[in-house]
Antibody
Framework: EVQLVESGGGLIQPGGSLRLSCAAS????????MSWVRQAPGKGLEWVSV???????YYADSVKGRFTISRDSSKNTLFLQMNSLRAEDTAVYYC???????????????????WGRGTTVTVSS | EIVLTQSPGTLSLSPGNRATLSCRAS??????FAWYQQKPGQAPRLLIY???SRATGIPDRFSGSGSGTDFTLTISRLEPEDFAVYYC?????????FGPGTKVDIK
């Protein structure tokens, strides 16, 4: 069964750091395109980051320079390192597998076919 | 950034009714378009991709249509488990974006 399980969320003070993990089963993270999406309390979905199978990474402007997406093939796990956290980063963070194809430009055009249950990050003093 | 506008914000219907949800993109995204269902406390679930292809395991009462800037999700006959929030997503640009959601609730 294809499954994603996130962990690592919690309560953190503004300016702090947190690393989220997303353990995959049923498929190989290292050869997949993977993404993080977040959802602030009572709000909609916001794309955060994506990592291509070739290790190219992309970020939303709101997190660029503060968040880093990566993966460990030996653990079949995706990560999101979050630094300089702000109150507005408070959200449920979902990891998801990205499926799609390359578009007219270099970018991979993808939808999200498998989602984890999410892990909650609360940034507050 | 491509902005998605969903309408209506809330749709109040009864089981057995037909539901029609709309999503409009601020610029053309071809058919790089998806729909998701989210129930309270759960992760989103992919329903439709490529504007009209149903994801694995999705009942055929769900259908998607459209291209360019205007897209529609239709639920032909609402089942009790279909009352949820529905999000659209465009992935026809470097930065994917989601719509604000349409809540389908029980009338």
């Amino acid at each position: 069964e294809v499954q994603l399980v996130e962990s690592g969320g919690g309560l953190i003070q503004p300016g702090g750091s947190l690393r989220l993990s997303c353990a995959a089963s049923g498929f190989t993270v290292s050869s997949s395109y993977m993404s993080w999406v977040r959802q602030a309390p009572g709000k909609g979905l916001e794309w955060v980051s994506v990592i291509y199978s070739g290790n190219s990474t992309y970020y939303a402007d709101s997190v660029k320079g503060r968040f880093t997406i990566s993966r460990d093939s030996s653990k079949n796990t995706l990560f999101l390192q979050m630094n300089s956290l702000r109150a507005e980063d408070t959200a449920v963070y979902y990891c998801a597998r990205a499926r799609g194809s390359y578009g007219p430009s270099y970018y991979y055009y993808y939808y999200l076919d498998v989602w984890g249950r999410g892990t909650t990050v609360t940034v507050s003093s | 950034e491509i902005v998605l506008t969903q309408s209506p914000g809330t749709l109040s219907l009864s089981p057995g009714n037909r539901a029609t949800l709309s999503c409009r993109a601020s610029q053309s995204v071809g058919r790089y378009f998806a729909w998701y269902q989210q129930k309270p406390g759960q992760a989103p679930r992919l329903l439709i991709y490529g504007a009209s292809s149903r994801a694995t395991g999705i009942p055929d009462r769900f259908s998607g249509s459209g291209s360019g800037t205007d897209f529609t999700l239709t639920i032909s006959r609402l089942e009790p488990e279909d009352f949820a929030v529905y999000y659209c997503q465009q992935y026809g640009s470097a930065a994917t974006t989601f719509g604000p959601g349409t809540k389908v609730d029980i009338k």
